[in-house]
């Protein structure tokens, strides 16, 4: 049974009378439990927290994919069929299609509020124990926010918790985006204050200082790029990755050793979401893998697919898979191509589809399960944020893109060496190494609007370049007639 009821905004009076919300929103059961006999121990406090955190997988299994990446066209349809999510892979995005809502956001960001609220009244054996409690709560607000401002803009801002049905302070207006990362940049202030040091908890799947400086990074390389934020945030950005980057990290040197289901929380991994097995349900990339080898296939496609589970609903575009070279040791631990006879020549040139490698899952009684940890950052992807900040403080990103560079390629490495040019042809090198350092990890799409290059790798983009507005996402008409005042994006 789970602390408290957690209900997400506009839902209230409905989940209240005891009628269900629209099947859409999947809220969990009202719980007995109230704050009048809750919110008194540390245990409490602690079953609390990982609570959210189970919460948070409800926006980690899918949607954070699809929020992060599906939209950046580097993944098509495969030989199966998935229409629910066919327009957020096309762009072709209404009212109607919008994709996942933010109800999953808001149901962790009101756990993280009710924490907030109420842990600060209870005795803990430690301080420091409270604090780290707290500190966690007030990262993953920031977590929450910060993906919600970058998928539709601004948003309605709640920092207290919804206990009841009062609509004078139930429904919100959405705030602007400045307004959300004023909220956002507090809340990660308030988390590095609150964490003692930089130590990592086991498993690394919980927020930690590091977690939150590598967070810090991420946010403050958006607003210095999206909201003209200009030198001042650069540098704060580069500040905290440099701080990531002291604490105990490292490349590892097995780039396929990272995403193992048996290596969860290696010393690359900064902070996933974690998943396990008869505790979670799987991941999205139950779609991106091989539900049937097919007659014909290649053996030696066959050996490396293992196992074949999943749906086969997506695959690599054409453009994507050939942006891997074959001595970079991130394509065969990334997907696989596989491959069936040509009955003219006898040989394995028919491109059956491309399968995702990486986030495999494991298996068990034969069945491939797709429970890896949804990593979040980890250190490559540090490194290569830093080499952006440094490029636009007219710095040298040479050394960060090099240690990439060299796991990626090993022996070969010499071949690859980046050599600082302009900043323009800088930026864009870092961007590709983005796409193969970080592929299937919910990147690509935040990447390519960071960068500002929608308009130029996108093929529904290209095609369309005066729907500079759909770069947001439009918000569903369940959400519209959940929350009388908030409105729609402009241009849906």
């Not at 959405?174 to 204050?193: C, G, H, N, W, Y």
């Not at 440099?242 to 290696?266: E, H, M, P, Q, R």
Request: proline content about 4%.
């Amino acid at each position: 049974m789970r602390p408290l009821n957690k209900i997400v905004i506009g839902c209230i009076w409905i989940a209240f009378m005891g009628t269900s919300c629209k099947k859409a929103l999947d809220l969990a059961p009202i719980s007995s439990i109230s704050s009048a006999n809750f919110w008194k121990t540390e245990s409490d406090a602690t079953g609390a927290l990982y609570g959210m955190y189970v919460d948070f997988r409800g926006v980690t299994a899918t949607n954070l994919f699809l929020w992060g990446e599906a939209r950046s066209q580097d993944i098509k349809q495969s030989i199966g069929n998935d229409y629910t999510n066919l327009p957020i892979f096309t762009n072709i995005l209404t009212p109607v299609t919008a994709g996942p809502d933010w109800t999953s956001l808001y149901k962790v960001i009101n756990d993280a509020n009710l924490i907030l609220k109420n842990v600060p009244t209870i005795n803990f054996t430690t301080e420091a124990n409270k604090n780290t409690i707290l500190g966690q709560a007030y990262a993953m607000r920031a977590y929450c926010y910060f993906v919600a401002v970058r998928t539709w803009g601004g948003v309605p801002i709640v920092t207290d918790p919804t206990e009841g049905y009062n609509p004078s302070t139930m429904y919100k207006e959405r705030s602007t985006p400045e307004e959300v990362f004023t909220q956002i940049k507090s809340d990660i202030q308030m988390a590095l204050s609150l964490f003692a040091d930089n130590s990592y908890p086991k498993g690394r799947n919980l927020w930690s200082k590091p977690a939150v400086y590598a967070l810090k990074g991420d946010v403050f390389l958006w607003t210095a790029k999206m909201l003209n934020g200009g030198v001042s945030d650069f540098k704060a950005s580069l500040d905290a990755l440099n701080a990531v980057d002291s604490s105990d990290v490292t490349l590892l040197a097995d780039f396929a050793s990272i995403f193992d289901y048996t290596n969860k929380g290696n010393k690359e991994i900064i902070m996933a979401s974690n998943y396990e097995l008869n505790q979670s349900g799987g991941t999205f990339m139950v779609n991106l893998s091989c539900g049937k080898i097919p007659p014909n296939a290649s053996p030696a496609a066959v050996a490396a697919i293992g196992t074949p589970g999943g749906e086969s609903y997506w695959t690599l575009t054409d453009d994507t898979r050939r942006s891997f070279t074959d001595d970079d040791q991130r394509k065969a631990a990334s997907f696989v191509e596989l491959y069936t006879k040509d009955p003219t020549t006898g040989l394995y040139t028919n491109l059956y589809e491309c399968v995702q490698e990486k986030f495999d899952g494991m298996i068990n009684a034969g069945t491939r399960t797709f429970i890896d940890d949804v990593i979040l950052y980890r250190y490559a992807d540090i490194l290569l944020l830093k080499a952006e900040a440094e490029n636009a403080l007219g710095m040298d990103p040479s050394d960060a893109i090099n240690l990439v560079r060299q796991r990626a390629y090993g022996a070969n490495f010499s071949q690859h060496i980046f050599i600082s040019g302009s900043k323009a042809q800088n930026d864009a090198a870092i961007l590709n190494e983005r796409l193969l350092e970080l592929l299937y990890e919910g990147k690509r799409w935040w990447d390519i609007l960071r960068f500002g290059k929608a308009f130029d790798l996108i093929a529904y983009f290209k095609s369309n370049p005066n729907a500079q507005h759909e770069l947001l996402w439009p918000l569903s008409n369940n959400i519209l007639s959940l929350e009388p005042k908030v409105t729609q994006n402009p241009g849906y």
